[in-house]
């Protein structure tokens, strides 16, 4: 069976599913906007220590909006027990894992191309760095946050205090990914700074950590 | 069919699971082989789903062996060889039953014979005329025969069913008796558990009655030398 077909299923399905409920974007971008909306009250950037502070409100953004879709993301797989009938299937562990990645990081990017418009009107800000740059950034941001979120989102899908756990188990492993990108955001709306080295970090981290998920993918599987 | 030439197709060898200190079975050995159906009662938290669930390879034994196909570990080709309907419906509540199938026929590699594969469970088990309906609108019995189909797309050898016939009309459970039928005599394997064991009179093979996860007697409803059910299991001891 082709590895990639699981893969291709799997984001298809969670897709489709989401187009019909619109649960998780609803409660993601709820949650990113309200934090938005709250710091752009607060303060409006000016210098540059300004631009660094709202690089790191927008990926506070992204990790609520993020928490709250990792969160959702297994419980689709709960209901019904479906996640039993996957493991019942051939299909490889870390394919489905892969698949369910992918999907996941497709919709924060989703999100995330509804919050940054935002985010610059409300902050008044634009990039001074190279855009297409900073949008790698983004990928690689939104990807280390999405490996090791569905990770664990698997890890404590059938544990009650699930809500509580991720968070616990994500925020600290995710970081040296976050301070990452959020220089390299400072960096893109500044123009200034080691943009380079924190896009290498965030390669080595993705590169790691996704590798171990998927990995070890099969053995949490197992224990679910 | 029930011969001891035919292939053996599960083995519970003294398999012990505990949840903690609870025991959901002790001390259970059996064989099935091919072309038999045993079926599985007891009353309520006697192990009969747990049973199922070690059989397919969802729970690991906390002692003793299970093994499929004559092997102890679920590798990709035993795992397609074995159907399972649960408890819960295994199906996804916003999707509808057709695409509920067409994913899984992909997860079990069915390719070009998916289409087809999924037309032919839906006729089987009845449930052609609401396969475009989402799972969450169905009956409770509509998921059943949705959730049936399911077990049944990739064409296992070996069937465990946990209360196929609960929340079935009279008319959809003669269905699955017949199905039942015609599956063991291709030779397939069937574990079936039920508070109904009237309705596998004729069918099954044999008994196994379980009673807090012991096998507490056994029964051949017809001649089957091939049934090996073990001796009553002796009672778990406090030091397990």
Redesign the interface.
Same mark, same amino acid.
């Given at each position: 069976?082709?590895y990639w077909?699981?893969t291709k299923?799997i984001v298809v399905?969670d897709l489709?599913?989401e187009a019909?409920?619109r649960e998780m974007t609803n409660a993601m971008l709820f949650f990113a906007l309200l934090v938005l909306v709250l710091f752009s009250f607060s303060f409006q950037p000016a210098t540059d220590e300004e631009r660094r502070l709202a690089s790191g409100v927008l990926w506070i953004a992204f990790l609520f909006a993020g928490v709250s879709m990792l969160d959702r993301s297994f419980w689709?797989e709960r209901?019904?027990?479906?996640l039993?009938?996957?493991?019942?299937?051939?299909?490889?562990a870390s394919a489905l894992f892969l698949g369910k990645c992918l999907a996941n990081a497709l919709f924060l990017l989703l999100a995330e191309a509804v919050l940054v418009p935002l985010f610059l009107v409300f902050f008044d800000l634009s990039f001074r760095g190279d855009v297409g740059v900073w949008l790698l950034v983004l990928v690689l941001g939104t990807w280390a946050l999405v490996v090791n979120g569905t990770f664990f989102a698997a890890m404590t899908t059938n544990l009650r205090s699930r809500e509580l756990l991720l968070p616990l188990l994500l925020l600290p492993i995710s970081v040296p990914a976050l301070i990452a990108v959020v220089e390299a955001t400072a960096a893109s709306l500044s123009g200034e700074g080691a943009l380079r080295v924190w896009i290498q970090v965030l390669i080595a981290f993705d590169l790691i950590y996704t590798t171990l998920a998927l990995l070890l993918f099969e053995t949490v599987l197992?224990g679910t | 069919m029930n011969g001891t030439s035919e292939p053996r197709v599960l083995a519970f060898e003294r398999v012990c699971k505990l949840f903690g200190e609870t025991v959901a079975l002790w001390q259970v050995s059996f064989t099935l082989h091919r072309g038999e159906l045993m079926a599985i009662t007891g009353g309520n938290g006697s192990g009969k789903s747990t049973l199922l669930r070690v059989a397919?390879f969802?729970l690991?034994p906390s002692s003793g062996t299970v093994s499929a196909f004559e092997q102890v570990r679920p590798t990709?080709?035993v795992?397609?060889r074995?159907g399972?309907l649960?408890h819960?419906?295994? %199906? =996804?509540?916003?999707?509808s039953v057709e695409?509920n199938l067409k994913?899984?026929a992909? %997860? =079990?590699?069915l390719g070009r014979e998916a289409e087809e594969r999924v037309a032919r469970v839906l006729g089987d088990v009845g449930a052609e005329e609401f396969r475009h309906r989402?799972?969450r609108a169905l009956s409770h019995g509509m998921r059943k025969k949705a959730s049936l189909a399911?077990a049944l797309l990739a064409d296992p050898d070996l069937l465990l069913l946990d209360e196929p016939f609960s929340g079935l009309d009279r008319e959809s459970i003669e269905r699955v008796r017949a199905l039942m039928r015609q599956w063991r005599e291709c030779g397939k394997a069937l574990l079936v558990t039920t508070h109904q064991a009237e309705l596998l009179e004729g069918i099954a093979d044999g008994e196994i009655v379980l009673d807090r996860g012991r096998v507490a007697a056994w029964r051949r409803w017809t001649h089957s030398p091939s049934t090996e059910i073990a001796r009553l299991a002796p009672s778990p001891t406090a030091d397990g």
């Open positions: 069976m082709s077909t699981v299923h399905k489709r599913s019909r409920t689709r209901m019904n027990e479906c039993e009938a996957l493991r019942l299937t051939p299909a490889s197992e | 397919a969802l690991k990709p080709t795992r397609r074995i399972l649960g819960a419906s295994f %199906l =996804y509540e916003d999707l695409e994913f899984y992909a %997860l =079990y590699a989402p799972v399911r």
